[in-house]
């Protein structure tokens, strides 16, 4: 009884949980002993029940990358260049496989599974002289197989062959789902995953293929049945031909056609490519649900959404809110639950850039918090990225933002969090509001959580960051975030170079407080490793050049960290460039140069800087006051100075 | 048989009782060279760990390069078992060209296969990601089942060598 028990809870629960949890059954031998048993009846499991239960054990590793990479520190990636190069090159591979196994098709003959996987053997192909007939395209059609069952069509169209209207139809809702476009198969998931927001791109205009074959098709079924009105109009709602897609419903409606709830939502969704202003928009809306109404539809999720994304589209922010709030209590009623689409319209209705401040996710959360959705609408992607957005740049509060992420991690939840883009901005925003409202231990923390394995900040979040550690003056933090931006690639980065410095420059170490002990020799590393890595790129004809600010800051850190061998080379390097480098560094970095040099006793060194200082027409005098006090200095250094500066000064 | 000799006594007895009915008699042929390196004359040649054990020493202090159940008692398809292991040794070999450096492991737990090898870091890890897409869908539809690479990278060559003989 125990075991199923257990069984049960299999499928959702995590297995770890449930054992502790009901671990008293039998450890503690004092069940009441004339309960009698019940056998509980037998549940139904699929093929992988067990192995998802035993998959909701495991969580996500923060300290490995993810599995799709090869744990090996040489394939490891380090930068979001490379997280993107190496994923789409192992898919690269993939497919050059698949076209092997197509261009070498005999081999690929044989049948060892059993019983036999599709997917293994080289597809069929047709081509203009195989021999077809209906069930070879209703085959193609089951299996989404666009382009050959066109073909397949084609080809039964020439040789006469009489199709079924059933069949007609079931090729017209393929044609108008794709657009009579071949999609992205499925079962590359990673070209889907980094796949650039094109979606967006593609809203804007018409893609339609008018007069193609859709609407071939379309005219030749007849008598028009309500599913072919459907799904000419959803392809051409789809695919933005919002004017034909809204005359071709109102045909139907003269007509007396019966439509279905999900016709109606694909041509409430693009109201606003119909009309212009928000009243205009809103009066459609309506319209139309009073036409669903009339024809007794039951609007469904889609419906909702569909309505919400209408009202998000207007631009008048007390209509659109007015609106939502009329909305909701009536899909309410029908009994209608928003998934997290609706709550993404419900976000963009409410809290918008120059509208007044909504808590509206306050109430949002508190609703959804802890529950565990499942993908319902192809919109419930967007709401984590959205919800983080909304922490950040609306409210700009951190608990909230903590719940968001609570709810991202609870159950599957993470796997709506869309795409590459969208988890890089849901974390990008994540980042940034911590590191400007939390301690910098405490975001450090986060820090070490989520960087590098499972999101790599951008240079833009790396000077925020920055930015946050030099307000809360945690400065020994700084030679840890170079050594990242090392490896993360920023290094090209001119203002982030120059951030860095000056942090370092103008944030002395405290040597007082343990943390900072080290920092003086850090920051020389730091500066080092910079400048070599500047030279190495202007040898390479990167971006990336020195200024005269960048080479005096690294110039005082060395002289700070006590590397005053390199701090002469550095300067040879200024000295010798100084027609290269555009601006010249702050004669502050020049005073501590001198006065570095008068503590390592050598002169020459000093008056190199002098004469760098007056040929630059820097204010030489304190440099030269310096130099005279801190040097006994013989003849020639002394004529020297002489000669830079004038007789006049020493008389003084 | 000689340590059994020195093990028991009364063992000892039995076998001498048993030698004494002679039904060899011929010679001992154990001369066996498979898995065998020669010594070349200059002591250059270099040979990883794996090779420097003769195959008495599997399962002592090398272990076996496939996995797999197919010679168990009523184990399915033993022979070809055998033969799509050479082949996957020769694809991953020829496809990796001149980059595996050592023996290449192929283990099948239940329907997957298992391949594991060490490489040179002689490409770039971009290249070696399609290598390994590629591998891992090309012999996954020579096997039709699903075929896993579990790939670890060594610097140079010379990290592999044992000895030189």
Not at chain 1, 286 to 300: G, I
Not at chain 1, 344 to 360: A, M, N
Not at chain 1, 584 to 605: C, R
Not at chain 2, 143 to 153: I, R
Request: aromatic share 10%; with cysteine.
């Amino acid at each position: 009884m125990y075991l199923s028990r257990q069984l049960r809870l299999l499928p959702r629960a995590n297995i770890a949980c449930s054992l502790s949890s009901s671990g008293a059954h039998y450890t503690t031998a004092a069940p009441a002993e004339d309960a009698p048993i019940e056998i509980p009846n037998r549940i139904e499991r699929s093929p992988t029940d067990l192995l998802q239960a035993l998959a909701s054990t495991v969580a996500r590793d923060y300290t490995a990358p993810h599995y799709k990479y090869h744990d090996d520190p040489f394939l490891i990636p380090m930068s979001n260049a490379a997280k993107r190069t190496y994923a789409m090159s192992k898919e690269s591979g993939r497919k050059a496989a698949k076209w092997i196994k197509e261009e070498h098709r005999e081999l690929f003959m044989h049948q060892e599974a059993q019983p036999a996987i599709e997917k293994f053997a080289p597809s069929m192909v047709y081509t203009e002289d195989s021999v077809v007939d209906e069930t070879s395209l209703a085959q193609l059609i089951s299996q989404g197989e666009l382009k050959d069952a066109v073909l397949v069509y084609n080809l039964l169209e020439q040789k006469g062959n009489p199709i079924s209207p059933e069949l007609k139809q079931s090729l017209l809702e393929l044609v108008c789902f794709h657009n009579n476009q071949e999609p992205i198969p499925e079962e590359y998931i990673e070209e889907r995953w980094f796949l650039q927001n094109n979606k967006r791109r593609e809203r804007s205009g018409k893609t339609w293929k008018d007069g193609d074959l859709a609407e071939k098709l379309y005219s030749e079924i007849e008598p028009k049945t309500p599913q072919s009105y459907a799904s000419l109009i959803r392809g051409m709602a789809k695919y933005l031909q919002c004017e034909r897609a809204y005359a071709l419903l109102q045909e139907a409606g003269e007509k007396q056609v019966q439509l279905d709830t999900n016709t109606f939502n694909s041509v409430i969704e693009i109201v606003s490519f119909l009309k212009d202003t928000a009243e205009q928009r809103w009066q459609l809306c309506k319209d139309l649900l009073n036409e669903m109404s009339q024809q007794k539809l039951r609007p469904n999720l889609g419906t909702l959404n569909a309505v919400l994304q209408c009202i998000s589209t207007f631009g008048n922010f007390k209509v659109a809110r007015a609106a939502a709030l009329q909305a909701l209590p009536e899909f309410k009623q029908l009994g209608v639950n928003p998934s997290l689409g609706s709550y993404y319209y419900l976000l963009i209705i409410f809290c918008r850039e120059r509208g007044p401040v909504s808590h509206v996710i306050v109430d949002i959360l508190n609703d959804i918090s802890g529950k565990e959705f499942q993908i319902q609408h192809p919109k419930d992607t967007y709401f984590f990225a959205t919800a983080m957005d909304v922490c950040r740049n609306h409210l700009h509060d951190k608990s909230l933002a903590k719940k968001v992420d609570e709810l991202l991690h609870t159950g599957k939840n993470y796997d709506l969090v869309g795409d590459s883009f969208k988890e890089s901005i849901y974390y990008r925003n994540y980042l940034a509001l911590l590191c400007q409202t939390e301690s910098t231990e405490d975001f450090m923390l986060s820090y070490d959580l989520l960087v590098p394995n499972i999101y790599i900040p951008e240079p833009g979040i790396m000077e925020e960051i920055l930015r946050a550690i030099e307000i809360n003056g945690a400065v020994e933090y700084v030679p840890r975030l170079w050594s990242d931006m090392v490896v993360f690639d920023h290094t090209h980065r001119e203002s982030l170079l120059l951030y860095v410095l000056r942090i370092l420059v103008d944030n002395k170490p405290n040597p007082d407080s343990p943390a900072q002990a080290q920092l003086p020799e850090q920051g020389a590393k730091v500066a080092l490793d910079m400048f070599e890595r500047v030279e190495e790129a202007i040898k390479r004809l990167r971006k990336v050049s020195f200024t005269g600010q960048m080479l005096g800051d690294i110039l005082t850190l060395l002289v700070r960290g006590g590397s005053y061998e390199k701090a002469t080379e550095v300067f040879a390097h200024i000295d010798k460039n100084q027609h290269r480098i555009p601006g010249t560094p702050s004669l502050n970095a020049l005073i501590e140069f001198v006065d570095a040099s008068v503590q390592e006793k050598s002169p020459s060194q000093a008056l190199f800087a002098l004469q760098y200082a007056v040929e630059n027409n820097f204010d030489s005098r304190e440099l030269a006051k310096r130099i005279h006090e801190g040097f006994t200095l013989n003849e020639t250094h002394l004529s020297k100075l002489k000669s830079l500066v004038g007789e006049s000064f020493l008389d003084k | 048989m000689n340590f059994l000799k020195k093990l028991l006594p009364q063992v000892a007895t039995e076998v001498q009782q048993l030698s004494r009915s002679g039904f060899h008699t011929s010679s001992v042929c154990c001369r066996v060279q498979s898995g065998r390196y020669r010594i070349t004359t200059k002591r250059n040649r270099p040979l990883t760990y794996e090779m420097a054990n003769p195959p008495h020493f599997i399962g002592h202090r090398k272990s076996w390069n496939s996995w797999n159940t197919s010679t168990m008692k009523d184990a399915l398809r033993p022979s070809q078992t055998a033969i799509e292991d050479v082949f996957i040794r020769k694809f991953v070999t020829g496809t990796w060209h001149a980059l595996v450096c050592s023996e290449v492991i192929i283990k099948r737990q239940h329907n997957t296969i298992r391949i594991a090898a060490l490489i040179r870091q002689a490409i770039t890890p971009r290249k070696m990601y399609f290598l390994i897409g590629y591998t891992e869908e090309l012999l996954s539809y020579w096997m039709q089942c699903p075929v896993t690479l579990e790939l670890q990278t060594v610097g140079d060559k010379k990290d592999v060598v044992f000895k030189y003989i």
